[in-house]
């Protein structure tokens, strides 16, 4: 009777009549902070981080670095893999490339746009090929000034549009904010700026798709940013920590949420976000107590770490 059973669900199976429930689908956003290829880009301000730069940036160093940030995504997978990754301040397809190669070999694929930045750091998008098949991908231009004299430029939106499992489609947007440089209010226009775009984007969205999955990642380099038509993962959800924290980034011994995830409706009640606060990836805090992330330099000390950044994790189940 058993073997009998064995048969006719694999039958049903063949047959399409039988629906096998998907996996939960793993999502990762993470601000590697200065990922640069050693070589040398003409049209980049990237000397910093080459071999003639102030901090000897080598090969040897890069490979490191590629690792350390392969670990990192492999501990938050564990034996499956993580699904889905938005990474931001990495310089070219060069490094997306390696660190796919590094994470598991012929895996993964990803979906990379040269911006406009000046220092060459960029976002991307890798994705697990067994999982996801991408249907339609843009870089979405920010403009800061529109003067020709004193243009102002940052980093592209990413966008993607991704089939999960030859089912459900998910409109994925990878952003990295402008920075807090010159003080918070001082810069706020600017990432307000960036956030109009982002929103006009997923409008457009909605427009064509009013019930659309919508994941918005990324450093929005803003605690408490609001997209409109998405929920904040860190308004609704528990912030589960295992540490004596509360944040993705410390500054002068004080954590915030810079890093965020904004989902659709149709994602948020099936959707859990958490910070990946490992122990490993830290480091005593000397000077303010604590821990911070262990970063690749501690000033121009080189320290093989990870990031100035922890990653956040979004795990989706029965999403179809």
Known sequence: MKRELIILLLCAGLSGHLSLK????????????????????????????????ERHW???????????????????GE??????????????ALCVKRLCYTL???????????????????????????RVDTIQTRAIPVKLSQTTSNPQTTRDILYVCAQIDKQDTIHFFVCHLPSQRGGKAESEWKREAAKQVLE?????????????????MGDMNSGDLKVKGLKDKWTNDKRPMTN????????????????????????DSVSQA???????????????????????????HYQNGYSDHLPIVLRIEDYF
């Open 200 to 216: 006009r984007a997923i409008d457009s969205v909605y427009a064509t798709y009013p019930d659309a999955k919508i994941i918005v």
């Open 58 to 76: 080598s090969y040897t160093r890069y490979y490191k670095k590629v690792d350390n940030i392969a670990r990192v995504l492999t501990n938050i």
């Open 22 to 53: 998907s996996a939960p689908l793993h999502i990762v956003s993470y601000n590697v902070e200065n990922l640069f290829h050693p070589a040398h880009d003409s049209l980049k301000d990237d000397i910093e981080w080459t071999a003639d730069g």
């Open 274 to 300: 958490e910070v990946y606060d490992a122990e490993w990836i830290q480091e005593p805090d000397e000077k303010y107590l604590g821990l911070k992330p262990k970063r690749t330099y501690n000033g121009f």
């Open 79 to 92: 034996w499956d893999g993580v699904d889905v990754v938005g990474l931001q301040e990495v310089e070219n």
């Open 244 to 267: 004596d924290q509360s944040g993705t980034h410390k500054y002068q011994g004080r954590w915030t949420f810079l890093d965020h995830f904004y989902v659709s409706p149709a994602i």
């Open 104 to 130: 598991r070999r012929n895996e993964y694929d990803f979906v990379h746009y040269e911006s406009p930045d000046l220092r060459g750091i960029d976002v991307a998008l890798m994705y697990k090929k067994s």
